[in-house]
Protein backbone atom coordinates (compact mmCIF):
# COMPACT_ATOMS: atom_id res chain seq x y z
CA UNK A 1 0.00 0.00 0.00
CA UNK A 2 1.57 3.29 -0.83
CA UNK A 3 1.95 5.88 2.02
CA UNK A 4 -0.23 9.49 1.52
CA UNK A 5 2.31 11.84 1.59
CA UNK A 6 1.00 14.88 4.05
CA UNK A 7 3.14 17.33 2.30
CA UNK A 8 4.58 19.76 5.04
CA UNK A 9 3.30 22.56 4.46
CA UNK A 10 5.49 25.58 6.16
CA UNK A 11 3.78 27.74 8.90
CA UNK A 12 5.47 30.69 7.86
CA UNK A 13 3.22 34.02 7.05
CA UNK A 14 5.32 36.38 4.68
CA UNK A 15 5.11 39.30 6.58
CA UNK A 16 6.03 41.86 3.84
CA UNK A 17 2.68 42.80 3.34
CA UNK A 18 1.94 43.52 7.23
CA UNK A 19 5.07 45.40 7.42
CA UNK A 20 3.65 47.55 4.48
CA UNK A 21 1.17 48.26 5.85
CA UNK A 22 2.58 48.74 9.36
CA UNK A 23 5.17 51.69 7.60
CA UNK A 24 2.60 52.79 5.74
CA UNK A 25 0.38 53.57 8.71
CA UNK A 26 3.41 55.43 10.36
CA UNK A 27 4.31 57.48 7.31
CA UNK A 28 1.00 58.44 7.55
CA UNK A 29 0.42 59.49 11.41
CA UNK A 30 3.94 61.50 11.30
CA UNK A 31 3.37 63.33 7.84
CA UNK A 32 -0.27 64.21 8.73
CA UNK A 33 0.54 65.08 12.34
CA UNK A 34 0.42 68.86 12.27
CA UNK A 35 3.74 70.53 14.16
CA UNK A 36 3.00 72.87 16.71
CA UNK A 37 4.92 75.71 15.16
CA UNK A 38 7.98 77.05 17.60
CA UNK A 39 7.33 79.20 20.26
CA UNK A 40 8.93 82.43 20.15
CA UNK A 41 7.10 83.35 22.98
CA UNK A 42 6.63 80.76 25.53
CA UNK A 43 3.10 81.21 27.18
CA UNK A 44 1.21 78.31 29.61
CA UNK A 45 -2.69 79.72 29.05
CA UNK A 46 -4.56 78.86 31.35
CA UNK A 47 -7.38 75.40 31.00
CA UNK A 48 -10.83 76.32 30.61
CA UNK A 49 -13.89 74.07 29.51
CA UNK A 50 -14.82 76.09 26.59
CA UNK A 51 -15.07 74.14 23.97
CA UNK A 52 -14.58 76.83 20.93
CA UNK A 53 -11.51 76.10 18.56
CA UNK A 54 -9.48 79.05 18.56
CA UNK A 55 -9.01 80.97 15.37
CA UNK A 56 -5.60 80.98 13.35
CA UNK A 57 -5.32 83.82 12.17
CA UNK A 58 -5.81 86.21 14.81
CA UNK A 59 -5.20 89.42 15.75
CA UNK A 60 -3.40 88.13 19.46
CA UNK A 61 -2.47 90.17 22.96
CA UNK A 62 0.54 88.02 24.42
CA UNK A 63 1.27 88.60 27.84
CA UNK A 64 4.39 86.45 29.22
CA UNK A 65 4.46 85.29 32.82
CA UNK A 66 6.96 88.49 33.43
CA UNK A 67 4.48 90.76 32.86
CA UNK A 68 5.46 91.83 28.85
CA UNK A 69 2.51 92.50 26.23
CA UNK A 70 2.87 91.78 22.88
CA UNK A 71 0.88 92.14 19.48
CA UNK A 72 0.64 89.77 16.84
CA UNK A 73 -1.09 91.02 13.73
CA UNK A 74 -2.14 87.49 12.45
CA UNK A 75 -4.32 89.13 9.34
CA UNK A 76 -2.28 89.95 6.69
CA UNK A 77 -4.69 92.14 4.38
CA UNK A 78 -5.20 94.59 7.82
CA UNK A 79 -1.58 94.40 9.17
CA UNK A 80 -0.41 97.14 6.87
CA UNK A 81 -3.54 99.43 7.46
CA UNK A 82 -2.86 98.85 11.35
CA UNK A 83 0.86 99.86 10.99
CA UNK A 84 0.32 103.19 8.60
CA UNK A 85 -2.23 104.18 11.05
CA UNK A 86 -0.62 103.84 14.12
CA UNK A 87 2.29 105.51 12.20
CA UNK A 88 0.44 108.24 11.14
CA UNK A 89 -1.46 109.21 14.96
CA UNK A 90 1.38 108.60 17.10
CA UNK A 91 3.86 110.52 14.50
CA UNK A 92 6.57 107.70 14.33
CA UNK A 93 7.96 109.32 11.01
CA UNK A 94 8.68 105.99 9.76
CA UNK A 95 9.55 105.70 6.26
CA UNK A 96 7.28 103.10 3.32
CA UNK A 97 10.81 101.18 3.49
CA UNK A 98 10.21 101.04 7.22
CA UNK A 99 6.54 100.19 7.63
CA UNK A 100 7.67 97.44 5.29
CA UNK A 101 10.17 95.72 7.02
CA UNK A 102 8.06 96.18 10.09
CA UNK A 103 5.24 94.49 8.27
CA UNK A 104 7.33 90.98 7.83
CA UNK A 105 7.97 90.83 12.01
CA UNK A 106 5.72 88.97 13.47
CA UNK A 107 5.58 90.19 17.25
CA UNK A 108 5.61 93.79 18.02
CA UNK A 109 6.72 94.13 21.24
CA UNK A 110 8.85 97.68 21.75
CA UNK A 111 7.48 101.38 23.67
CA UNK A 112 6.43 103.21 20.61
CA UNK A 113 9.58 105.48 20.89
CA UNK A 114 12.11 102.56 20.17
CA UNK A 115 10.52 101.56 17.13
CA UNK A 116 11.87 103.80 14.38
CA UNK A 117 15.57 102.77 16.03
CA UNK A 118 14.88 99.17 15.79
CA UNK A 119 13.54 99.14 12.24
CA UNK A 120 17.44 101.16 11.36
CA UNK A 121 18.86 98.03 13.26
CA UNK A 122 21.00 95.56 11.59
CA UNK A 123 20.44 92.40 13.87
CA UNK A 124 17.24 92.89 15.27
CA UNK A 125 16.32 91.98 18.91
CA UNK A 126 14.80 88.70 19.19
CA UNK A 127 11.15 88.81 20.18
CA UNK A 128 12.14 87.19 23.61
CA UNK A 129 14.22 89.96 24.48
CA UNK A 130 11.88 92.70 23.79
CA UNK A 131 10.68 94.85 26.58
CA UNK A 132 7.02 94.65 25.35
CA UNK A 133 4.44 96.77 25.12
CA UNK A 134 4.04 99.42 28.24
CA UNK A 135 0.98 98.93 29.55
CA UNK A 136 1.93 98.35 33.25
CA UNK A 137 0.86 101.49 34.42
CA UNK A 138 -2.07 103.33 33.66
CA UNK A 139 -0.94 106.84 32.27
CA UNK A 140 1.38 105.17 29.83
CA UNK A 141 -0.77 102.43 28.26
CA UNK A 142 0.08 102.24 24.47
CA UNK A 143 -1.97 99.33 24.35
CA UNK A 144 -4.34 101.80 23.98
CA UNK A 145 -3.19 103.73 20.99
CA UNK A 146 -2.58 100.17 19.48
CA UNK A 147 -6.19 99.25 19.88
CA UNK A 148 -7.29 102.50 18.23
CA UNK A 149 -5.41 101.49 15.29
CA UNK A 150 -6.46 98.34 15.05
CA UNK A 151 -9.89 99.07 15.23
CA UNK A 152 -9.92 102.10 13.08
CA UNK A 153 -8.56 99.60 10.24
CA UNK A 154 -12.27 97.44 10.72
CA UNK A 155 -13.97 100.09 11.09
CA UNK A 156 -17.73 99.42 9.75
CA UNK A 157 -18.62 96.29 8.56
CA UNK A 158 -15.53 94.70 9.41
CA UNK A 159 -16.17 94.82 13.05
CA UNK A 160 -17.90 91.74 13.46
CA UNK A 161 -14.90 89.79 11.71
CA UNK A 162 -12.25 92.04 14.46
CA UNK A 163 -14.73 90.44 17.55
CA UNK A 164 -14.01 86.55 15.57
CA UNK A 165 -10.16 87.22 15.51
CA UNK A 166 -9.44 89.11 18.43
CA UNK A 167 -7.76 87.06 21.09
CA UNK A 168 -5.81 87.48 24.55
CA UNK A 169 -3.59 85.39 25.18
CA UNK A 170 -1.61 84.81 28.84
CA UNK A 171 0.38 82.87 31.29
CA UNK A 172 -0.65 81.52 33.89
CA UNK A 173 1.75 83.34 36.24
CA UNK A 174 0.98 86.99 34.54
CA UNK A 175 -0.29 89.22 37.52
CA UNK A 176 -3.44 90.39 37.45
CA UNK A 177 -3.06 93.94 36.64
CA UNK A 178 -1.23 93.54 32.93
CA UNK A 179 -4.67 91.46 32.01
CA UNK A 180 -6.81 94.45 33.82
CA UNK A 181 -4.64 97.01 31.79
CA UNK A 182 -5.03 95.33 28.81
CA UNK A 183 -8.91 94.86 29.39
CA UNK A 184 -9.17 98.89 30.50
CA UNK A 185 -7.14 99.75 26.42
CA UNK A 186 -10.01 97.45 24.89
CA UNK A 187 -13.08 99.36 27.10
CA UNK A 188 -11.50 102.62 26.13
CA UNK A 189 -12.03 102.03 22.37
CA UNK A 190 -15.60 100.45 23.03
CA UNK A 191 -14.34 96.81 22.47
CA UNK A 192 -16.47 94.94 24.93
CA UNK A 193 -15.89 91.32 23.62
CA UNK A 194 -13.36 89.24 23.02
CA UNK A 195 -11.68 86.19 23.65
CA UNK A 196 -9.25 84.24 25.63
CA UNK A 197 -7.20 81.34 24.59
CA UNK A 198 -6.98 78.47 26.83
CA UNK A 199 -6.71 75.18 27.03
CA UNK A 200 -9.53 72.82 26.60
CA UNK A 201 -10.15 70.84 29.01
CA UNK A 202 -13.49 68.50 29.53
CA UNK A 203 -16.03 69.43 31.88
CA UNK A 204 -15.84 67.81 35.49
CA UNK A 205 -17.84 64.83 36.17
CA UNK A 206 -20.49 65.50 38.90
CA UNK A 207 -20.46 69.74 38.17
CA UNK A 208 -23.74 71.64 37.65
CA UNK A 209 -23.24 72.08 34.05
CA UNK A 210 -22.45 68.52 33.88
CA UNK A 211 -25.34 67.18 35.23
CA UNK A 212 -27.40 70.12 33.22
CA UNK A 213 -25.91 69.04 29.80
CA UNK A 214 -26.97 65.30 30.96
CA UNK A 215 -30.45 66.05 31.68
CA UNK B 1 7.67 30.34 14.93
CA UNK B 2 10.65 31.94 12.61
CA UNK B 3 11.10 30.51 9.79
CA UNK B 4 13.38 27.46 10.18
CA UNK B 5 16.23 27.64 7.37
CA UNK B 6 15.19 25.03 4.72
CA UNK B 7 17.61 25.03 3.02
CA UNK B 8 19.06 21.44 3.18
CA UNK B 9 22.64 21.38 4.88
CA UNK B 10 24.79 19.03 2.29
CA UNK B 11 27.33 16.30 3.75
CA UNK B 12 30.82 17.90 3.45
CA UNK B 13 32.49 15.81 0.94
CA UNK B 14 35.73 15.99 2.13
CA UNK B 15 38.52 17.64 3.64
CA UNK B 16 38.73 21.56 2.32
CA UNK B 17 36.13 21.03 0.22
CA UNK B 18 34.05 23.87 0.40
CA UNK B 19 30.56 24.18 -0.84
CA UNK B 20 28.97 27.59 -0.64
CA UNK B 21 25.51 27.00 1.59
CA UNK B 22 22.51 27.59 -0.25
CA UNK B 23 20.72 30.46 1.97
CA UNK B 24 16.88 31.49 1.32
CA UNK B 25 17.19 35.20 0.37
CA UNK B 26 13.58 35.61 2.62
CA UNK B 27 14.05 37.21 5.11
CA UNK B 28 12.23 36.82 8.40
CA UNK B 29 10.05 40.25 8.60
CA UNK B 30 8.15 39.69 12.01
CA UNK B 31 10.50 42.20 13.96
CA UNK B 32 9.88 44.64 11.73
CA UNK B 33 6.66 44.56 11.50
CA UNK B 34 6.83 44.60 15.25
CA UNK B 35 9.24 47.37 15.28
CA UNK B 36 6.58 49.41 13.23
CA UNK B 37 3.54 49.05 14.94
CA UNK B 38 5.32 49.80 18.13
CA UNK B 39 6.35 53.57 16.82
CA UNK B 40 2.73 53.30 15.79
CA UNK B 41 1.57 52.63 19.11
CA UNK B 42 4.52 55.54 20.82
CA UNK B 43 3.11 58.12 18.07
CA UNK B 44 -0.17 57.99 18.93
CA UNK B 45 0.08 57.74 22.32
CA UNK B 46 2.38 60.59 22.78
CA UNK B 47 0.63 62.97 20.38
CA UNK B 48 -1.45 65.14 22.59
CA UNK B 49 -4.48 66.27 20.84
CA UNK B 50 -3.61 69.84 22.07
CA UNK B 51 -5.99 72.75 20.72
CA UNK B 52 -6.21 75.81 21.86
CA UNK B 53 -9.81 77.24 22.43
CA UNK B 54 -10.86 80.08 22.98
CA UNK B 55 -13.27 81.57 25.93
CA UNK B 56 -16.04 84.76 25.36
CA UNK B 57 -15.66 87.43 27.70
CA UNK B 58 -17.91 89.90 27.77
CA UNK B 59 -16.85 93.19 29.66
CA UNK B 60 -19.92 95.56 31.46
CA UNK B 61 -19.73 99.11 29.46
CA UNK B 62 -18.59 102.01 31.99
CA UNK B 63 -21.62 103.27 32.78
CA UNK B 64 -22.52 104.91 35.87
CA UNK B 65 -26.32 105.15 34.79
CA UNK B 66 -26.60 101.34 34.28
CA UNK B 67 -25.04 100.68 37.78
CA UNK B 68 -26.82 97.42 39.31
CA UNK B 69 -28.33 96.93 42.61
CA UNK B 70 -27.79 93.78 43.88
CA UNK B 71 -29.41 92.28 46.73
CA UNK B 72 -27.15 92.34 49.96
CA UNK B 73 -28.97 88.42 50.57
CA UNK B 74 -28.29 87.33 47.12
CA UNK B 75 -24.43 89.11 47.10
CA UNK B 76 -21.47 86.80 47.69
CA UNK B 77 -18.09 87.98 47.12
CA UNK B 78 -15.04 86.24 45.90
CA UNK B 79 -12.07 87.74 46.19
CA UNK B 80 -9.09 86.32 44.83
CA UNK B 81 -5.51 87.10 46.73
CA UNK B 82 -2.36 85.92 45.97
CA UNK B 83 -1.01 82.17 46.14
CA UNK B 84 -3.86 81.04 44.71
CA UNK B 85 -5.77 81.66 47.82
CA UNK B 86 -9.29 82.70 47.85
CA UNK B 87 -11.70 84.63 50.09
CA UNK B 88 -15.54 84.78 50.28
CA UNK B 89 -17.91 86.78 52.15
CA UNK B 90 -21.92 87.32 51.99
CA UNK B 91 -23.60 90.22 51.63
CA UNK B 92 -21.87 93.86 52.78
CA UNK B 93 -18.79 93.61 55.12
CA UNK B 94 -20.50 94.53 58.43
CA UNK B 95 -17.57 96.23 60.30
CA UNK B 96 -18.74 94.85 63.57
CA UNK B 97 -18.60 91.26 62.40
CA UNK B 98 -15.85 91.13 60.07
CA UNK B 99 -14.03 87.91 61.63
CA UNK B 100 -17.15 85.97 61.13
CA UNK B 101 -17.99 87.25 57.58
CA UNK B 102 -14.42 87.32 55.96
CA UNK B 103 -14.07 83.56 55.24
CA UNK B 104 -10.95 82.10 53.71
CA UNK B 105 -10.82 78.89 51.08
CA UNK B 106 -9.12 77.77 48.11
CA UNK B 107 -9.99 76.90 44.33
CA UNK B 108 -10.83 73.25 45.36
CA UNK B 109 -13.70 74.03 47.41
CA UNK B 110 -14.91 77.27 45.98
CA UNK B 111 -16.87 75.05 43.33
CA UNK B 112 -19.40 73.64 46.49
CA UNK B 113 -19.72 77.04 48.06
CA UNK B 114 -20.72 78.76 44.60
CA UNK B 115 -23.27 75.87 44.11
CA UNK B 116 -24.49 76.28 47.44
CA UNK B 117 -24.82 79.82 47.14
CA UNK B 118 -26.86 79.42 44.12
CA UNK B 119 -29.24 76.63 45.62
CA UNK B 120 -29.88 78.58 48.06
CA UNK B 121 -30.52 81.79 46.76
CA UNK B 122 -33.58 83.12 44.11
CA UNK B 123 -32.31 83.11 41.18
CA UNK B 124 -33.22 86.57 40.09
CA UNK B 125 -31.07 87.60 43.10
CA UNK B 126 -28.34 85.64 42.61
CA UNK B 127 -25.17 88.01 42.11
CA UNK B 128 -21.37 86.72 42.22
CA UNK B 129 -18.72 90.14 42.92
CA UNK B 130 -15.43 88.62 41.61
CA UNK B 131 -12.60 90.79 42.76
CA UNK B 132 -9.53 90.09 41.80
CA UNK B 133 -6.24 91.28 43.81
CA UNK B 134 -3.44 92.69 42.25
CA UNK B 135 -1.42 89.65 43.33
CA UNK B 136 -3.10 87.53 42.13
CA UNK B 137 -2.34 85.94 38.59
CA UNK B 138 -4.31 85.77 35.11
CA UNK B 139 -4.77 81.91 35.70
CA UNK B 140 -6.98 82.87 39.03
CA UNK B 141 -8.63 85.34 36.97
CA UNK B 142 -9.29 83.00 34.13
CA UNK B 143 -10.34 79.87 36.67
CA UNK B 144 -13.00 82.34 38.56
CA UNK B 145 -14.96 82.85 35.53
CA UNK B 146 -14.70 79.44 34.66
CA UNK B 147 -15.81 78.41 38.06
CA UNK B 148 -18.65 79.99 36.96
CA UNK B 149 -19.40 78.49 33.70
CA UNK B 150 -18.47 74.79 35.44
CA UNK B 151 -21.30 75.90 38.39
CA UNK B 152 -23.61 76.69 35.13
CA UNK B 153 -24.02 80.43 36.96
CA UNK B 154 -26.41 82.35 34.24
CA UNK B 155 -24.38 84.96 32.57
CA UNK B 156 -25.12 88.72 33.90
CA UNK B 157 -24.83 87.21 37.30
CA UNK B 158 -21.39 87.18 37.82
CA UNK B 159 -19.36 90.33 37.49
CA UNK B 160 -15.97 91.81 37.83
CA UNK B 161 -15.68 95.00 40.61
CA UNK B 162 -12.32 96.55 41.08
CA UNK B 163 -11.71 95.92 45.25
CA UNK B 164 -11.73 98.20 47.93
CA UNK B 165 -9.06 99.28 50.24
CA UNK B 166 -10.84 97.68 53.01
CA UNK B 167 -11.37 94.17 51.47
CA UNK B 168 -7.20 94.60 50.69
CA UNK B 169 -6.44 95.55 54.33
CA UNK B 170 -8.38 92.10 55.32
CA UNK B 171 -6.55 90.27 52.75
CA UNK B 172 -3.36 91.32 53.91
CA UNK B 173 -4.21 90.78 57.53
CA UNK B 174 -4.96 87.23 56.42
CA UNK B 175 -2.14 86.96 54.64
CA UNK B 176 0.52 88.39 57.29
CA UNK B 177 -0.76 85.86 59.76
CA UNK B 178 -0.81 82.80 58.04
CA UNK B 179 2.45 83.63 56.56
CA UNK B 180 1.39 83.37 52.73
CA UNK B 181 3.97 85.28 50.54
Redo the contacts between chains.
Sequence with gaps: MPRVKIPRK???V???A??DV??L??TF??LA?KQ?PPEVLSVN???????????EKAILIT?TADGRAFLTLGDDTKKMDILENINQTRGLNLTAKDLQKWNKQEFIGLPLNQIKGYLEMEHPIEPAKMPGIPVKDSTNNEMIDWIRSISNAYAGTDQNKLQQIL??K???????????NI?EA??KNEI?????????QP??VG???YN?SRS | ?A?MN?APEKAKKGPGVKKGKKLSTKV???P??DL??L??TF??FT?TM?????????????DKNAEMKVKESGAMTIL?GKQDQVYYYYGNLDSTRLNEQFQHTNFKDI?DLI?KK?KETNIDDLMYIIK????????????I??EM????VPPGHYAEVPMSKLEQTLIHDYETANDIK
Design positions: STHDMTMCAFLLFITKPPNSISAKVAPMLVGDNEALYPVFRKLKYKFRVVTNGVPSELE | METDLTMVGFLIFVTSQSTAMNMNEPKDLRVKSSDESTFRNAINLDSISA
